[in-house]
């Protein structure tokens, strides 16, 4: 069953790459946190590790919030069509 950032599966793991300023991880993180969805967090621009494997799911596309559902990547960016 196909799905989206905004409709995930029952259960999904969640991860979120995001920036501290960035004002999409913010609405982002402020979604989930509405819906009682649980992700995990991860500073993409003060932590090098996380950068790392945010690019690596991404393709190198800087763009954040990065959002990594089930150990997939899904999208870079929040919002219709997707800014970050």
């Not at 793991?13 to 991860?42: F, V």
């Not at 621009?45 to 690019?55: S, T």
Request: charged residues 20%.
């Amino acid at each position: 069953m196909p799905f989206d950032a905004e409709h995930l599966p029952p259960g999904a793991k969640l991860e979120l790459y995001i920036s501290p300023s960035c004002p999409y991880c913010k609405s982002a993180m402020a979604y989930y946190d509405s819906a009682g969805t649980s992700y995990e967090r991860y500073d993409a621009q003060n932590d090098r590790k996380a950068r790392e494997r945010m690019l690596a799911y991404s393709a190198g596309d800087p763009t954040v919030p990065v959002i990594v559902v089930d150990g997939a990547y899904l999208q870079s960016g929040w919002g219709s069509p997707p800014r970050g």
